[in-house]
């Protein structure tokens, strides 16, 4: 039907090898505020990427933190030489650039951020003071990264255990000099050392480690990795063949959220190619919908289906017939498929002349629909392999859309007739001026008070 015909055999064998591809978000970021050198980003072999360090420096938290654990694991390096300098030339590491990079001390300077520089200190001083600085600063860069990553294990990464006594950075220090081939690009980092290889190669190898260090399960891996050039190809060069592509979606059968991130995930020159993204939508499915076209730089069209039974959707039949009428009206060549129900193959068998690409979730789909496709030609990829770690910003508003449905559902109040009428009912006379300063004062002023329980009351401003 469309050319990509494969063997069975080869692409059900593979299909696993072809979409793990990870992404380098996050070990950019880690990497970013340990303070790994900038040359390493910039080395196209090396994984954190410049793109993020760039957004990273714009960031004043991140370069604080940057700059301190730089000069922290410049510190601990250089431990031996700092130490002796400190005594026999009564030096302070503001006076030591072969050993503590000076234009951290300078950044940190112009944030207002004096380390200890007394010249008879001894260089534990300096560990300690920093220590207290991240310790003091770490959670103010919580929000550069997404919510769903525990961020308590992300800032224990920081923490220097017991780091603000001399027994906690002398046992750090020994830890780090015994095992410093195995810290990430041998900056030091608050970690039991493992033979694990680099741990910031990508995000998935990294949150899995960060996950078990805690005897904990990171499991969502879609969050921290992408389809792979393999699938993205594959979709672009289908939408680069048709004439007219529409995109159907089953929405019985699929996931909001993931479909957003797979468009989302997509090149946009791709995306606006696409004519139109034609929902089917039953009363019982997920309110989510509604704000796909808010993010989805394509035409959406929404179609409510009323169902004749309660247990008897009718999507099907009008997906199929809407397919039929934009094929056969509408000249559209090519469909893409969004769902993980069997029953669209009904819809390919109708329209033998249209191309057709289908995108299902992985675990909603049987080997016997999959196994068809590939004999029918007709590529398929997953929705779950996309990156979604973007998509908490959807999440976010299809709650507050939800959540404000549901205020207006419940909330019928005019604030100046109640104030009217109670006023009527206490016989108070009041001028115009005086109505205004009272409605002004106390009325506009009014809130909404929760209890433990979430029961919720107006509150007026006495």
Excluded at 155 to 179: H, V, W
Excluded at 194 to 205: A, F, R
Excluded at 429 to 452: A, G, N, P
Aim: glycine share 4%.
């Amino acid at each position: 039907m469309n050319g990509m015909s494969q063997p069975v055999s080869t692409i059900l064998e593979n299909e696993r090898a072809l979409y793990k591809d990870s992404t380098y978000e996050l070990i950019s970021q880690i990497a970013y505020l340990i303070g790994v050198p900038k040359r390493i980003f910039e080395n196209e072999y090396e994984s954190p990427e410049p793109r993020v360090f760039q957004k990273m420096d714009r960031d004043r938290n991140a370069r604080i933190i940057r700059n301190l654990c730089m000069i922290r694991t410049a510190i601990e390096r250089n431990y031996k030489n700092i130490k002796d300098k400190m005594k026999t030339e009564f030096c302070s590491i503001l006076m030591m650039p072969e050993y503590v990079p000076a234009e951290s001390l300078r950044q940190l300077s112009e944030e207002n951020i004096q380390l200890i520089h007394r010249s008879n200190y001894h260089p534990n001083h300096y560990i300690i003071e920093i220590n207290r600085l991240i310790s003091d600063r770490i959670n103010n860069c919580k929000p550069l990264f997404p919510v769903w990553i525990n961020w308590q294990y992300i800032r224990e990464l920081f923490i220097m255990p017991d780091g603000l006594t001399e027994n906690g950075i002398k046992a750090a220090a020994n830890q780090y000099y015994a095992n410093r081939w195995m810290y990430p690009y041998q900056m030091y980092i608050n970690w039991e050392p493992q033979d694990e290889g680099n741990i910031l190669y990508n995000d998935k190898k990294f949150v899995t480690l960060l996950y078990q260090w805690h005897k904990d399960y990171f499991l969502d891996y879609s969050k921290v990795s992408d389809a792979g050039d393999y699938v993205k190809e594959s979709v672009y060069g289908f939408i680069e063949d048709s004439v007219n592509v529409v995109v159907v979606v089953d929405c019985e059968n699929s996931d909001p959220y993931k479909l957003c991130a797979t468009l989302r995930g997509l090149d946009a020159d791709y995306i606006q190619k696409i004519q139109k993204i034609i929902l089917f939508d039953d009363v019982h499915t997920a309110s989510a919908w509604e704000i796909l076209e808010d993010y989805v730089k394509a035409p959406v069209e929404h179609i409510m289906i009323e169902r004749v039974k309660r247990d008897k959707s009718l999507v099907d039949i009008r997906l199929t017939a809407r397919a039929c009428q934009e094929h056969y009206q509408n000249q559209v060549d090519s469909f893409i498929i969004v769902s993980s129900d069997s029953d669209y193959w009904g819809l390919i068998s109708s329209l033998p002349d249209a191309r057709f690409l289908v995108m299902l979730e992985r675990e909603k789909c049987g080997p016997d629909i999959k196994g068809a496709l590939v004999e029918s030609g007709i590529f398929y990829c997953y929705i779950d392999d996309f990156y979604s770690g973007h998509t908490s910003d959807i999440k976010r508003g299809a709650l507050f859309r939800e959540m404000q449905r549901y205020l207006e559902s419940c909330l019928h109040l005019n604030a100046r007739e109640m104030f009217e009428e109670a006023l009527c009912d206490t016989r108070i006379q009041m001028t115009m001026s005086e109505r205004q300063q009272f409605y002004d004062k106390h009325i506009r002023q009014m809130r909404l008070v929760l209890d433990e329980d979430g029961n919720a009351k107006i509150e007026l401003k006495k």
